[in-house]
């Protein structure tokens, strides 16, 4: 045997909506090439000019987003309700990513807490970083599953708009699979 430990990685490559793809080609987006990519100890998502890297160990939780508004939801885009920031290639659906420390980018060198990729795979991708597949992907109304993303900070259909999110419910720091401190970041 050599010693050599065999390295796994992991590709999750973006759904695009080709509809939109020339508003996609400013940010240097090549579909083939663009993704996430998961080694295994580290996570890089790629867009175009842009990229966020940190250790799988950073990462505290994926779940499944849904219903973008169209305008809202393509190309690199930081939130104006919060420090999150999405990759975005279709309206659709995506996976939202926690960081416990915030990891920095282009567009905010004091880091975000969340990343929101719009992948292929989606099942895939949360499992792979330790979620739960099912919450988002249960055949509820699209209704039921955008409330259900309101008790997220970063997912709620109103945060994606760049509005304040003063709809929340106020308990909602208690409830659901992610658990936030009253400042959005998630509670140990």
Known sequence: MSGKTKRM?????????????????????????????LGDATFEATFGFFKLATSRDNITGAHITRDYRWWTAFGVRGSMADDGLSFGSNYRAGVCIHFAEKVPSRLRKSGHSALTVTVEDLAGLTRALGGDPDLGLTGRSPATERASSAECPHCSPRSAAGFHPSSWRTDHQDSGPFRHSRSGRPAA
Not at 10 to 36: C, E, I, T, W
Request: glycine share 14%; proline share 10%.
């Open 9 to 37: 990685t992991q590709h999750f490559g973006y759904a695009v909506d080709r509809r939109y793809l020339p508003l996609l080609l400013p940010f240097g987006f090549k579909p083939g090439r663009d993704g996430v990519t």
